[in-house]
């Protein structure tokens, strides 16, 4: 059974900062692996999918990276904002495209 | 495009009541998923849609929970009778079929409160 792990639980940074969120999984027999966005009282907004046969994407200031072998991806964040602060997501996709999503990293960017 | 519209956003029931929850997917999606999100948690997935055949409901509690999708469009998820510890958010989320990745596009969820 697939487990997925996001640490750190909770994170605060000053506005400005580069910061780095992790997503670890247990089983390395993934399509793909998503992060997501959850703004309080909304739904999941996806940020990026990696294949799993790439090694990272790029979008804006988000950029992740996968590493099957390991178990681990990485969601870097540079020049954080305020408007950046949510829970972020990880989803490991097995089959029947079921996501097994981690329990996320609460996230506050601060003026 | 329109998203994936959900109703109602928020319900309070009390306990023993009965509740339902609509999903409308986007336009062409074929799959539908509902999820169930506690508190400081991460979706899980209740029960997943291919039209109107559920495919996967292994996680669904059928001794008080119950879905449909009887044209292969949109679907309703019913608790009856509701519990205490059924208070979380409701979760849909569709897919197309096509593609290389089935990438799922999330409503905003149904925050269900039971009293």
């Known amino acids: 059974k697939q487990e997925v792990t996001q640490i750190p639980a909770a994170l605060s940074v000053p506005e400005g900062e580069n910061l780095v969120l992790n997503c670890s999984f247990t089983?390395?027999?993934?399509?793909?692996l998503q992060w997501f966005r959850q703004d309080p009282g909304k739904g999941l907004t996806s940020l990026l999918l990696?294949?799993?046969?790439?090694r990272e994407q790029t979008s804006g200031r988000l950029n992740a990276s996968l590493d099957k072998s390991s178990g681990r991806s990485t969601l870097y964040i540079a020049a954080s904002q305020p408007g950046d602060s949510a829970t972020y997501l990880c989803?490991?996709?097995?089959?029947?495209?079921?996501?097994?999503f981690g329990t996320g990293t609460q996230l506050k960017v601060e003026l | 495009e329109a998203g994936v519209v959900q109703s109602p956003r928020y319900k309070i029931i009390e306990k023993k009541q009965p509740v339902a929850f609509w999903c409308n997917p986007i336009?062409?999606?074929?799959?539908l998923y509902w999820y169930l999100q506690n508190l400081g948690q991460g979706p899980e997935l209740l029960i997943r849609y291919e039209n109107e055949e559920a495919v996967d409901d292994s996680q669904l509690p059928k001794d008080r929970f119950s879905a449909e999708r009887l044209k292969g469009v949109d679907s309703t998820l019913k608790i009856q009778p509701a519990e205490l510890g059924d208070s979380a958010v409701y979760l849909c989320a569709s897919s197309s079929s096509s593609g290389y990745y089935n990438e799922q596009f999330f409503g905003p969820g149904t925050r269900l409160t039971v009293l």
């Open positions: 989803a490991a996709t097995g089959g029947g495209n079921k996501l097994t």
């Open positions: 990696i294949q799993s046969s790439q």
């Open positions: 336009s062409g999606h074929n799959t």
């Open positions: 089983d390395s027999a993934i399509y793909n």
